[in-house]
C-alpha cells in the first residue's frame, strides 16, 4: 500500500506560479512511476503530467507543457509540480498519482491516489 499527500495547492493570480508538493509513505517510492492529474467540476480527472520510476523522462500534456515541470526526490519520497505562468483554466483539483505500470495518461492506469489539493487561478 502506498500513501500519498498533497500540498502545496491555493489561489494565485493569472501570471503566478505555485509548487504542488506529493509526499509518499509505504512500499518502496523508487519502484513506481508518478503523475499528477486535475478535475475541474462536472469534468472527468484528466492527466497534467507525470515522471517514470527513474525520474528520467517526464510527460507533459499539451496544455501545460512549457509552463509546468515535474520532478522526483526520492531520497524525501516526494515528488513536485512546479507550475508556471498559471492561467484561469488551470483551476482545478490537482491529485497526485502512483503508477506499478507505463501507462502515464491514463487514470486507469494508476493504482494509488491522494486526496487532491485546490488550486484556483483568478484573472
Known amino acids: 500500500q502506498v500513501q500519498l499527500v498533497e500540498s502545496g495547492g491555493g489561489m494565485v493570480q493569472a501570471g503566478g506560479s505555485l509548487r504542488l508538493s506529493c509526499s509518499a509513505s509505504g512500499r518502496p517510492f523508487g519502484s513506481f512511476a508518478m503523475g499528477w492529474f486535475r478535475q475541474s467540476p462536472e469534468k472527468e480527472r484528466t492527466f497534467v503530467a507525470a515522471?517514470?520510476?527513474?525520474?528520467?523522462?517526464?510527460y507533459y500534456s499539451e496544455s501545460v507543457r512549457g509552463r509546468f515541470t515535474i520532478s522526483r526526490d526520492k531520497d524525501k519520497n516526494t515528488v513536485y509540480l512546479q507550475m508556471n505562468n498559471l492561467k484561469p483554466e488551470d483551476t482545478a483539483i490537482y491529485y497526485c498519482?502512483?503508477?506499478?505500470?507505463?501507462?502515464?495518461?491514463?487514470?486507469?492506469?494508476?493504482?494509488?491516489w491522494g486526496q487532491g489539493t485546490q488550486v484556483t487561478v483568478s484573472s
Open positions: 515522471i517514470s520510476w527513474s525520474g528520467g523522462y517526464p
Open positions: 498519482a502512483a503508477s506499478k505500470t507505463s501507462d502515464y495518461y491514463s487514470p486507469m492506469g494508476y493504482d494509488y
